[in-house]
């Protein structure tokens, strides 16, 4: 009888994550296990404003600030109010969500003199 070729068998489709250009399988399965190592916050944290629970009377469908962001025409905006809230999380989601560069400042690192350099960086329409 004649050889035959051994065949390859492969992992299921969906059982690794998904290889985009420039990474490796190593690299992408590292990634994924880190992901789910990541703490709890992270991992449930939005990644979209329509996850995002509360703020309704901001964000829900035509409402002022999702109207801004959906036309991408938010310019600047400040929030403010008590730690975990959901404010960097919401800065963050609208930074993605935009068009424009993002530059985050926090009031408690930031100094009066890089607030002034980014306002003065920033283009004014």
């Known amino acids: 009888m004649g050889s035959r070729p051994h065949r390859v068998s ?4 969906g ?3 998904p290889v985009s250009a420039g990474d490796d399988l190593f690299t992408a399965a590292a990634e ?6 990541g703490p709890l916050a992270d991992r449930l944290r939005p990644r979209t404003l329509d996850e ?3 703020q309704d009377q901001l964000l829900g469908p035509g409402k002022p600030l999702r109207a801004l962001v959906d036309a991408d025409r938010l310019s600047s905006v400040i929030f403010w109010g008590p730690p975990g809230t959901g404010k960097t999380t919401i800065a963050r989601l609208i930074a993605t969500a935009s068009s424009k560069a993002s530059v985050p400042l926090s009031a408690v690192s930031a100094t009066v003199r890089s607030f ?3 306002v003065c960086w ?4």
Do not use: D, F, N, W
């Open 52 to 54: 995002v629970v509360g």
């Open 15 to 17: 059982s690794l994550p």
């Open 122 to 125: 920033a283009p004014i329409p």
């Open 32 to 37: 994924e296990r880190l992901s789910r190592r």
């Open 10 to 13: 492969h992992a299921p489709t």
């Open 116 to 118: 002034i350099s980014v």
